[in-house]
């Protein structure tokens, strides 16, 4: 059977399965980056202060090369891991809602070929208005021993959700003016490591959801 006759569930479980493939490769080159950036330990190095002229600027103008180069280089880390981080932002939002789209419409008895997920403005990922912030508790999955693992991982996407729809501005919650800011920053820095979780046991819930598909094409 070639590609192009792939029956639709196939054609669904490699569209989910390469959504979480992007996302644990922009793990993967979060973790890099952040691994990268405490290799140099700015705080331990040798400062040498001694500095250069240029002969083409004033005498007086002179530069300090050792300087130059430590910030170029801090700059240089903190602008690639942020990147990083918002690449797997991106991507882990995308798996989780993305797993979900999908896993909704086979429960509801659709045969949808691909997940479909636009993108905004900025390029990033539009999580569908039906999911967001928390896709909903499934039914149609009390005979798969994976359900309460399931709704764990559901609770701690639920816990993060809110405030990190309102930062990636795809909605607007109340947000409590005494806000703890302890708080929020960790449940900002949970949300891609949740959602990169409820993306996998998503994943899982969908191949449960395929099984009776599947069994009549292996007869």
Partial sequence: MTRTTLPWFETL?????????AAQEARAARRAAQ???TQVKFDQLRHVVGSIADPCRPS???DRPHDRALLAIVAAHLAHESRMAELYDDAAAAYAFGAAWALLRVLDGQQPHL?????QADG?????DELFPVPPAFK??????????????RAELDRVGDLWAYVRGLDQPDIPDTFDLGDVNEKLAAAPD?????????ESALTFALLDHRHPHRR
């Fill in 124 to 128: 990033r990922t539009e999580i569908p």
């Fill in 140 to 153: 149609g999955l009390d005979a798969w021993d994976g359900l309460q693992q399931f709704e764990q991982a």
């Fill in 115 to 119: 997940v479909e997920l636009g993108r």
């Fill in 194 to 202: 949740a959602a990169f979780t409820y993306g996998q046991i998503a």
């Fill in 13 to 21: 479980t490699d569209s989910v399965a390469a959504l979480g493939a």
């Fill in 60 to 62: 007086a103008v002179t």
């Fill in 35 to 37: 691994a990268a950036g």
